[in-house]
Antibody, heavy 116, light 112 residues
């Protein structure tokens, strides 16, 4: 059974940084592209970033480019999202998901709140 | 960016009756490999999204056969043949053909 477990969310002040992690199990992690998708409170889904299975090719939405960095450690079956220069509009539940063009499995999400 | 427009925003349905959700893209979703990367997701209240359909019409394992996807080019539809109580929630289409990946705004299915 595919499992994706996010961690690292929390309350951070504007301008601060946070690193999200996503521990994957139940599939051959290194063979799969991975993505981050977020959902602001009461809002729809917004794609944030993706990374190829073998790395290093990465993709970002314009809203996070230059501030967020996606990476992965295939030896640890873990996906990361390093977030810097955080803004109030980055407040959302961040989901880790398998796939890229065909996003498939989703984690339970981790809440990031950017507020002073 | 490719804009994904879903309609209706809200869909009240009687149990056992059919439901249909439209998703239109601002550009063709046919990729250079010949595939059309149009996905449908269901998000039940308080839960993470779950993929129902990939590449327009491929139903995922475990998804009831009352769900079906169709369409081509820029015009796509998700149909529920007979709505059940467990189908209540938000439904999103998503295109994976063009960067950035984009989602529709969502359609809320509720029981009348």
């Amino acid at each position: 059974e595919v499992q994706l477990l996010e961690s690292g969310g929390g309350l951070v002040q504007p301008g601060g940084s946070l690193r999200l992690s996503c521990a994957a199990s139940g599939f051959t992690f290194s063979n799969f592209d991975m993505s981050w998708v977020r959902q602001a409170p009461g809002q729809g889904l917004e794609w944030v970033s993706s990374i190829r299975g073998g790395g290093p090719e990465t993709f970002y939405s314009d809203s996070v480019k230059g501030r967020f960095t996606v990476s992965r450690d295939n030896s640890k079956n873990t996906l990361y999202l390093q977030m810097t220069s955080l803004r109030p509009e980055d407040t959302a539940v961040y989901y880790c998901a398998s796939g890229l063009r065909q996003i498939h499995h989703w984690g339970q999400g981790t809440l990031v709140t950017v507020s002073s | 960016d490719v804009v994904m427009t879903q309609s209706p925003l809200s869909l009240p349905v009687t149990l056992g009756q059919p439901a249909s959700i439209s998703c239109r893209s601002s550009q063709s979703l046919v990729y250079s490999d010949g595939n059309t990367y149009l996905n449908w997701f269901q998000q039940r209240p308080g839960q993470s999204p779950r993929r129902l359909i990939s590449q327009v019409s491929n139903r995922d394992s475990g998804v009831p056969d009352r769900f079906s996807g169709s369409g081509s080019g820029t015009d796509f539809t998700l149909k529920i043949s007979r709505v059940e109580a467990e189908d209540v929630g938000l439904y999103y289409c998503m295109q994976g053909t063009h960067w950035p990946l984009t989602f529709g705004g969502g359609t809320r299915v509720e029981i009348k």
